[in-house]
C-alpha cells in the first residue's frame, strides 16, 4: 500500500492512511526522496495521525527520511503523533530526535513556513 | 432489566474458575445424589426458606435498602426463590454461578452490607436444614450427610458473593483514586496556545502515568505549543519521577509541544545530577513567574504594563 | 476467549497482524485505550525481531489469570539462530544508546513482565505479560 504524497507549492505532505509494514515505510522513504529532488521541495510534512503505532522500525525510517530530505535541501516536519503513540514511543526510548515535530498539519506547515490558506482541506 | 453481561463481569468466570470453586468444597458424585434426594423436601417448603431470609433483614438497618423500593424487593424475592430451586437442581456450573450473580447485583444496588447478607443466609440455611433433618427422623447421620452435602452448594455460594460483593468495593475505590488523582493534576490553559500545570503533592507511577495520560491529550485538545510544568508544590521529588518527567517532556515534543519546567529547586536539580538523572533535555526556569514569561516570549507575546496616559481622549 | 491465538510471524505484513491481534484481544479482556497503544508497540518490536532474525516464527496471544487479576500473555517464539548474550539483550541502553538493538528492555518496559529464553543454535521464546 503506498502512501499518497501531494505537492502544495514547494512542500511535499505525505498524509499515512492506515497501519504500514516495513516495506510500505521503506518505500516512503525511496518515494519522497525521489519527489524531494524532482520538485526541489524545500519542506517535507508527514502525517502519522493514522498511525497507532510507531515502533523502533518506524521510528528509525522516519529519523532516515528526514536525513536524506536534509541533504537535498528539505526539512521534514512530522506531525500528528497521537498522546498514546507517544507515551508508547517514548517508554521505548523512541524520541525522534533531530526531526521536527508539530501538532498537525497546519502547525507543520506553519513551522516550515507556508501560508496556510483560508479553507483548511487540502 | 438486569445487565446480564454487567453480572458475569464483576467477577472473572472462565470455565477454570468454575470448576475450582467446585473443587474448593470438593462436590463429588456422592454429593449430587444426596442433594437430589432432599431435592424434594427443599422445593416443598421453598417459600418458608426465602421468609427466613428476608425476614432476617427486615428490621437490620443495613439492610432496609432491599425493603425500600417494593419493585427491588419484589425481584430479589423472586430470584432468590428461583435460586433455591436451583439450589437442588444439581447442575452447578455457569448458569448456575451466573443467576447467583444477578441476585448479588441486586445486593450491590441495594447497598447490602456482605456481613448482613452473609446473616440472612444464614438464617436460609438454618430454615432448610431443621426440614432436611425432619425427612431423617429415624437416621440422624444421615440427615446430617445429606445436608452437609447440600451445604457444600451454600458455600460455593458463599464464595462467589463475597467475591462479587469485594471486587465492587474495590473497583469503587480505585475509581476514587482515579478521580482524586485527576482532580489533583489539572492542566489550565491561561492563553492560546499556553497551558498551565501546577503540581502539588506526592508523585507515583500511577499518578505520573495518568499525568503524562492528562498532559498529553490537554496539548492535542488545546493545540497548545508551550507547557508551564510547575512543580514547585512538589513534596519530594527521586530520580523516578524525575526520569518519569523526563518521559513527559520527551512525549510533549513528539506532539509539537514544548516543555518548561518551573519550581525546580537548586538543591533538588543537584541531588538529580549526583543521582545521575540526566536533566539536559529539560528546559528548566527556576520560578513560575519566569516559566510564563519565557512561555510567552516563545509564542510572540510581550506583556506590557498600561501607563498612566488616558485611555482614550476626551470626547470632544 | 481462554483459547490462544496463533500469528505465524514471517512476512513484514504480519508484525501488522501480530499487533493488531494483539490489540484485539487486549480490548476484549478490558485493557484500556492507552494499554492497547503499549501492547500493540510491545508486540510489534518483538514480532520484527523475528523477522529480522530468524526469518520466521510465531506470536501467541492469550488471556491468563493469575489469582484476583487478568492480563494478557504474549510469547514470541522462533527457532533461528538465539542470542548469545541475553544479559547483554536485556540491558537497557535507553541512556547509553548500547543496547543490543533488539528493543527487549523497551518491550518489558511497555509490558509488566517478560522473560527471554534462548539458546544459540536453538532459537528464542521471548514471554510477555501485562496485567489489568
Known amino acids: ?122 | 432489566m438486569l445487565d446480564q453481561k454487567l453480572s458475569s463481569s464483576i467477577i472473572d468466570l472462565t470455565e477454570m474458575d468454575i470448576a475450582r470453586r467446585q473443587a474448593f468444597v470438593d462436590l463429588g458424585a456422592a454429593d449430587l445424589t444426596r442433594i437430589a434426594a432432599v431435592k424434594a423436601t427443599v422445593l416443598q417448603h421453598l417459600d418458608e426458606h426465602v421468609g427466613a431470609f428476608f425476614d432476617f433483614l427486615a428490621p437490620i438497618e443495613e439492610a432496609r435498602g432491599l425493603f425500600r423500593t417494593a419493585s427491588l424487593l419484589e425481584e430479589a424475592r423472586r430470584l432468590k426463590r428461583m435460586h433455591l430451586m436451583a439450589m437442588v437442581q444439581g447442575g452447578y456450573g455457569r448458569g448456575y454461578m451466573d443467576e447467583r450473580l444477578q441476585l448479588c447485583e441486586i445486593y450491590r444496588r441495594a447497598f447490602l452490607d456482605v456481613r448482613v447478607f452473609l446473616g440472612g443466609y444464614h438464617c436460609l440455611v438454618t430454615s432448610i436444614g431443621r426440614r432436611v433433618m425432619e425427612q431423617f427422623p429415624k437416621d440422624a447421620k444421615a440427615g446430617f450427610e445429606h445436608l452437609a452435602s447440600l451445604k457444600k452448594i451454600t458455600y460455593v455460594d458463599i464464595a462467589l458473593v463475597v467475591d462479587a460483593m469485594v471486587s465492587d468495593r474495590e473497583t469503587t475505590i480505585a475509581r476514587q483514586q482515579d478521580a482524586i488523582r485527576e482532580l489533583s493534576t489539572p492542566t489550565l490553559q491561561i492563553r492560546d496556545r499556553l497551558l498551565i500545570m501546577p503540581i502539588v503533592g506526592l508523585m507515583d507511577s500511577h499518578r505520573a502515568k495518568q499525568l503524562t495520560d492528562g498532559l498529553l491529550n490537554a496539548i492535542r485538545a488545546n493545540r497548545a505549543k508551550v507547557v508551564v510544568m510547575d512543580v514547585t508544590g512538589m513534596a519530594t521529588i527521586d530520580s523516578r519521577v524525575a526520569n518519569h518527567f523526563i518521559q513527559t517532556v520527551a512525549a510533549a515534543r513528539l506532539m509539537g509541544a514544548k516543555v518548561i519546567v518551573t519550581g525546580l529547586s537548586a538543591d533538588v536539580a543537584q541531588s538529580m545530577v549526583v543521582l545521575g538523572v540526566d536533566l539536559s533535555s529539560l528546559n528548566t526556569v527556576g520560578d513560575l513567574q519566569g516559566g510564563l514569561e519565557e512561555a510567552e516570549r516563545s509564542l510572540g507575546y510581550r506583556v506590557v504594563r498600561i501607563q498612566d496616559a488616558p485611555l482614550h481622549a476626551a470626547a470632544a | 476467549m481462554t483459547d490462544p491465538l496463533r500469528v505465524a510471524v514471517d512476512r513484514d505484513i504480519d508484525v501488522v497482524t501480530a499487533r493488531q491481534a494483539g490489540r484485539e484481544l487486549a480490548a476484549k479482556i478490558g485493557f484500556s485505550g492507552c494499554d492497547l497503544t503499549l501492547i500493540a508497540t510491545a508486540i510489534s518490536e518483538v514480532a520484527r525481531n523475528i523477522i529480522v532474525y530468524a526469518e520466521r516464527g510465531e506470536i501467541v496471544l492469550s488471556a491468563v489469570a493469575d489469582g484476583g487479576r487478568r492480563g494478557l500473555q504474549v510469547v514470541a517464539h522462533d527457532e533461528g539462530p538465539g542470542i548469545a548474550d541475553a544479559e547483554l539483550a536485556m540491558r537497557d541502553g535507553y541512556s547509553t544508546g548500547k543496547s543490543l538493538g533488539l528493543g527487549l528492555p523497551g518491550a518489558r518496559r511497555l509490558m509488566d513482565e517478560l522473560e527471554l529464553d534462548s539458546e544459540v543454535g536453538r532459537g528464542t521464546t521471548v514471554t510477555m505479560k501485562k496485567w489489568l
Open chain 1, 1 to 122: 500500500m503506498s502512501v499518497p504524497i501531494l505537492k502544495q507549492g514547494d512542500v511535499l505532505i505525505a498524509s499515512i492512511q492506515a497501519a504500514l509494514s516495513d516495506n510500505d515505510l521503506v518505500k516512503l522513504r525511496d518515494d519522497l526522496a525521489a519527489k524531494v529532488g524532482r520538485f526541489r521541495s524545500r519542506g517535507v510534512v508527514i502525517d502519522v495521525t493514522a498511525l497507532d503505532v510507531l515502533d523502533s522500525f518506524a521510528s528509525r525510517t522516519l529519523r532516515g527520511i528526514a536525513q536524506t530530505t536534509r541533504l537535498r535541501g528539505a526539512q521534514t516536519v512530522i506531525v500528528g503523533v497521537q498522546p498514546e503513540v507517544a507515551m508508547a514511543m517514548v517508554q521505548l526510548g523512541l524520541t525522534l530526535e533531530g526531526v521536527d515535530t508539530a501538532l498537525d498539519l497546519e502547525e507543520g506547515l506553519e513551522l516550515l513556513g507556508v501560508a496556510i490558506p483560508q479553507d483548511r482541506t487540502l
